[in-house]
């Protein structure tokens, strides 16, 4: 089975850890992986597509070192090689016109804000893996346990 | 406003004319009062040496209200004189030795050929004279109204002073619940753990006590060796490597831990877990605690500082944001000084802060702070340096003024607050603040006296 990756990125390894372990249940049949920075991202983004595997979903902060979220998602959404990925924003610390710019140029999928609640963060994020699922052509049927009931049924109408 | 030459070629004929009679000389000396307001006064005065202050009272027992300064070549007495009611609008003071020629209304008028009057003759020097005077007058309103809006800001900085200080002590409590909730947590987990499963009880106690250490790449790039090397799959081999980042490290922790490992994870994690929390509630109280700063308005100083303790206090606040840059310690022989701790140590920690935060953002390699204390006769000396990029020199004023910031993504607040506090607090402390600035080499440097 092809190998899918779900990145989480933040610069505080608390918040990093609290975001990975929150994923816990999708690592049934994702590889969940913590990035420290938009810089280290882009350096796994590199091997994913070296290895020949699939990315379904980031989920980044926005206020870093470096390059901020907002600005690497609007890289990523412009990435050929990645364009079904899905996007999330984790942030506290995001002013309005950032917001602005991640939704009309890195084509957001879902903002959340910091403290973020687990289960609706984990919601969001098999809605969203689901979503990727269906467009990529797989069968929902091995994805048991990780595909968002009300999504599935959306795509079977 | 140019004053056009002719007027000024009729001002030096009617001062040539008029002023320069030794019997129309009088002399005062500095605070001697020429007139009182609403004296009789039939002569009209040019300053030729010294300053004479102009005052009006409103209403009788009211304070006198300074209007105007008459300096060289200006002239007292115009509205008594020219009004022909011959009183005093001002009350006329001295304020350093003055030499003033007068007219009085009985002095003759010298013809100039083209004039009838004397009022002729003066009329366009004297509505020139008018003329600045409201000009003054108009600087003086500008001045205020700016003086104004500076005041009306300044309150509203000490509202959310106080406000945020309010927040700050509410916040506290919560902080406070926080932190003993996880405390009695960790306790009880580290309890039920040693009496019902006393094999995980010691991955808990390392997750609790020490965090991880490893960075998300490193972790990455071990869990990748993991994979291969243990066969699990990635997910797995990545929750290994968080805990044991280096080969060497899962070679410690020995067999027993892969027999149970995922177990052994879980309990790691939690402890982790825990271990964060407490790291995060040290840095809300800390964060609380320079928020409070803001609405205090008189600093607690007391004799016996070491400011040596309070450097090292702040870098113990700071290790979290610190732990990539190389920090190079040379602490001199220091004498205690009277001083605010909690105020020194927030002077450190922005200093620092935005050392770190320049270094980093500017992806400096081999990123280094040096911190050095030394003592003098009458003063103590600290030099935070760093081989950041320097502050551009247009900026080296500017980032003291208290709106200033270069974080441009985002909200940025964090411990600092701002080099404009750090510069009141060195101020109020009878110090002074320095900053020399190339790129690759940017020192602060704070004087205290002893």
């Not at chain 1, 990035?35 to 280290?40: E, K, N, Q």
């Not at chain 1, 901020?68 to 609007?74: F, H, I, K, P």
């Not at chain 2, 600045?132 to 300044?154: F, P, S």
């Not at chain 2, 770190?356 to 003063?379: C, D, F, G, K, P």
């Amino acid at each position: 089975m092809e190998k899918i990756n779900i990145i989480c990125i933040d610069d505080q390894a608390d918040v990093l850890n609290a975001v990975v372990k929150d994923l816990a249940e999708l690592e049934s049949h994702f590889i969940v992986e913590g990035c420290d920075s938009a810089a280290d991202c882009e350096e796994l983004l590199e091997e994913i597509d070296a290895n020949g595997e699939l990315l379904a979903l980031v989920i980044s902060d926005h206020v870093m070192p470096g390059k901020s979220g907002v600005e690497m998602l609007t890289e990523l959404a412009a990435d050929p090689r990645f364009q079904g990925t899905k996007k999330i924003l984790l942030t506290g610390q995001a002013t309005q016109k950032d917001t602005i710019h991640a939704i009309n140029q890195a084509n957001i999928n879902h903002y959340f804000e910091k403290p973020w609640d687990k289960d609706a963060l984990v919601n969001e994020a098999k809605k969203l893996v689901t979503e990727f699922i269906f467009e990529k052509g797989f069968n929902f049927q091995d994805f048991q346990g990780v595909i968002h009931s009300e999504t599935l049924f959306k795509y079977l109408k | 406003m140019p004053v056009p030459k002719w007027q000024i070629e009729q001002f030096s004929w009617l001062k040539e004319t008029y002023f320069t009679h030794p019997d129309r000389r009088i002399h005062i000396k500095a605070n001697e009062i020429l007139l009182h307001q609403w004296q009789r006064n039939e002569r009209l005065f040019l300053v030729i040496e010294g300053e004479a202050s102009c005052s009006h009272q409103m209403e009788p027992g009211e304070e006198y209200l300074h209007i105007l300064t008459a300096r060289q070549d200006e002239f007292i007495g115009v509205q008594s004189f020219f009004s022909g009611n011959y009183k005093s609008f001002y009350k006329v003071t001295a304020k350093t030795h003055c030499t003033l020629a007068f007219i009085d209304k009985d002095t003759p008028m010298f013809s100039d050929g083209k004039t009838l009057s004397l009022v002729e003759q003066f009329a366009p020097v004297m509505a020139s004279e008018l003329s600045a005077r409201h000009i003054r007058a108009a600087l003086a309103v500008k001045e205020m109204n700016e003086t104004q809006k500076r005041l009306a800001h300044a309150e509203q900085i000490a509202t959310l002073g106080k406000m945020a200080a309010g927040i700050a002590h509410e916040l506290n409590n919560a902080i406070g619940v926080l932190k003993q909730g996880r405390n009695r947590t960790s306790e009880y987990v580290s309890e039920h753990l040693l009496q019902t499963e006393s094999h995980l009880s010691q991955y808990f106690q390392l997750g609790e006590e020490q965090g991880q250490k490893a960075t998300a790449s490193d972790v990455r790039k071990t869990a990748k060796d993991y994979e291969k090397d243990l066969k699990v799959d990635r997910n797995l081999a990545r929750r290994i490597a968080a805990i044991a980042p280096q080969k060497s490290d899962l070679k410690m922790l020995g067999e027993k831990f892969l027999n149970h490992k995922e177990q052994a994870i879980e309990a790691w994690e939690l402890g982790r877990t825990l271990h964060d929390m407490r790291i995060a509630a040290e840095h809300a109280s800390n964060i609380v605690r320079s928020v409070k700063q803001l609405g205090r308005e008189v600093s607690e100083k007391h004799a016996g500082v070491q400011v040596n303790d309070t450097l090292s206090q702040a870098l113990t606040l700071l290790k979290r944001e610190i732990r990539l840059v190389d920090v190079h310690l040379s602490f001199g022989n220091l004498p205690e000084i009277f001083a605010d701790e909690t105020e020194l140590i927030q002077v450190w920690i922005n200093i620092i802060k935005n050392a770190q935060e320049a270094l980093i953002n500017s992806q400096v390699e081999n990123a280094e702070i040096s911190i050095l204390t030394r003592s003098y006769r009458h003063h103590l000396t600290v030099v935070i340096s760093d081989n950041g990029p320097g502050v551009p020199e247009e900026l080296q004023k500017k980032i003291f003024e208290p709106d200033f910031t270069t974080k441009k993504t985002g909200l940025s607040f964090g411990l600092g607050l701002g080099l404009s506090i750090v510069q009141r607090i060195v101020v109020n402390h009878g110090g002074e603040l320095l900053l020399n600035s190339q790129p690759g080499n940017t020192k602060f440097k704070i004087r205290l006296p002893i």
